[in-house]
């Protein structure tokens, strides 16, 4: 009996600091990822092309929080994203803001301005301009 108490002293703080250590490593991942990202996108030229949008779509995500009293709330987040086409046929999709997506409309024609993966904004073109 006390070998087996023994031996859960031992285990259990090897593993939860074996937690700590994995829950730490996949955050620091997380953060190096991002900027590497944000290096990448700052070293790219903002480029300025003809396009049209082709899709709108959005992401939502829910969570569920219970506090243990008897209490819980819900927790909901949206993504938007917009995908245009430039001449060459390539499409790329970027995620815009909620406000951007609202103002956005598919098939409208203008020009996207971008760096990299990093969306700056399109600017549509009035029916005059189309020609």
């Known amino acids: ?32 990822q991002g900027i590497r990202t944000w290096k990448y996108n700052n070293s790219q030229p903002v480029l300025i092309v003809p396009s049209q949008i082709v899709a709108k779509r959005d992401h939502v995500t829910s969570h569920h929080h219970n506090s243990g009293n008897g209490l819980s709330h819900n927790h909901h987040s949206t993504t938007y994203y917009v995908t245009f086409e430039v001449e060459s046929g390539d499409r ?38 189309r020609s």
């Open 92 to 129: 790329m999709e970027f995620q815009v803001g909620a406000q951007e997506y609202g103002m956005l409309a598919e098939e409208d024609i203008g020009r996207l301005s971008f760096q990299g993966t990093r969306y700056l904004g399109f600017e549509r073109l009035r029916d005059t301009e």
């Open 1 to 32: 009996m006390f070998i087996q108490s023994d031996m859960m002293f031992s285990i259990v703080p090897i593993m939860v600091t074996i937690g700590f250590v994995v829950v730490f490593g996949i955050i620091l991942m997380g953060i190096i």
